[in-house]
């Protein structure tokens, strides 16, 4: 993925995309909750997350409830950036998959999806 952003001259790491694309997904969340969405530490998030926000592509507002707690969203820079990224990640995904038939991709998809679950489930 890395490679296709540099091609692409996208100034991202994969974490930063991970992010982004979390967050496009998502909406807008707690730095805690999107810390856990792309399995960073804190420290590590707030490191991202300021980089991000120098490039303008997101911004930390208030809760809406808690007004102590501040949440991430993408700014209508970081959304057109993703637009731009979206093709970027289905290259590399067409890439990745390209010797599998359509059953086989429904398979790992399948396989993948269980043992993320796995690892997620804490009982």
Not at 25 to 36: I, V, Y
Not at 71 to 90: H, K, S
Not at 92 to 97: I, R
């Amino acid at each position: 993925m890395e490679s296709e952003l540099a091609a692409q001259q996208i100034g991202l790491r994969f974490t930063q995309f991970l992010i982004l694309k979390k967050l496009a997904k998502l909406g807008p969340m707690s730095a805690s909750e999107l810390a856990r969405a792309v399995e960073l530490d804190g420290g590590a998030m707030t490191r991202q997350l300021d980089q991000l926000e120098a490039k303008g592509l997101l911004r930390r507002t208030p809760h809406e409830q808690d007004r102590r707690a501040l949440r991430i969203e993408l700014t209508a820079a970081g959304d057109a950036l993703w637009q731009q990224m979206t093709p970027c990640n289905d290259r590399v995904l067409e890439a990745a998959q390209r010797s599998l038939s359509a059953i086989e991709r429904e398979q790992l998809h399948d396989y993948l999806e269980r043992v993320l679950y796995a690892l997620r489930d804490k009982s």
